[in-house]
């Protein structure tokens, strides 16, 4: 019964969000003891308890960009577009732009980079962080940078991180850049 109802919600979330859900299904179908395990990770990955959206999703989109060429990213745009992230924050993370974000944005954006490249800065903007929504804030953004990372890893290990593809918001191209140049 409880893999019957697994099933059916990876299906509602393969078709609310246009994500190829195969990789989950596969892991049910060969390990249910393994999938179980893992599901409450997606859970965890929508925790946020003090940081606004803007910086929660850049973390994510971050963490994705670090690890994935498309599909992990898009699914991670679309879920900040329904949550409410502006698309035009959205776009400025993807392109790597912090003049074009706004505050929380940036202060995600950097944290999360910073950490994803072992920059050296992570002390300074984690500290950024907690002056600015405490240690449930950083918390909140490793939570969303890692949770970001976790999902094409996995999906990569299995196998099924086959397919590239161009990221849209609201079904606009947006040139992805994943480093610094």
């Known amino acids: 019964m409880r893999s ?10 393969a078709k609310r969000y246009g994500y190829d859900v ?3 299904e596969m892991m049910l179908n060969v390990s249910p003891s393994a999938f179980f395990k893992f599901a409450p990770l997606m859970k965890a990955a929508a925790h946020r308890e003090a940081v606004p959206i803007d910086a929660s999703f850049a973390a994510k989109i971050v ?5 994935d060429c498309g599909p992990c990213t898009q699914l991670v745009v679309d879920m900040a577009l329904e949550a409410g992230m502006a698309k035009d924050q959205i ?3 993807l392109r790597r732009d ?3 974000m706004n505050d929380a944005t940036t ?29 449930k804030g950083v ?7 890692q949770m970001g990372r976790m999902f094409p890893m996995v999906k990569a290990g299995l196998g099924y991180a086959k397919e590239c ?11 992805v850049i994943k480093q610094a140049a």
């Open 63 to 67: 963490g994705a960009l670090a690890e």
């Open 139 to 145: 918390i909140d953004l490793t939570l969303a940078l």
């Open 107 to 135: 202060l995600g954006f950097r944290f999360a980079d910073a950490v994803v490249r072992r920059s050296g800065e992570d002390d300074e903007f984690r500290d950024a962080v907690r002056a600015q929504w405490g240690p």
């Open 4 to 13: 019957w109802i697994a099933r059916r919600s990876l299906r509602a979330f």
């Open 165 to 175: 593809r161009r990221v849209t918001v609201r079904g606009h191209n947006v040139d």
């Open 98 to 100: 912090p003049r074009a």
């Open 91 to 93: 776009e400025a993370v």
């Open 22 to 24: 195969g990789y989950l």
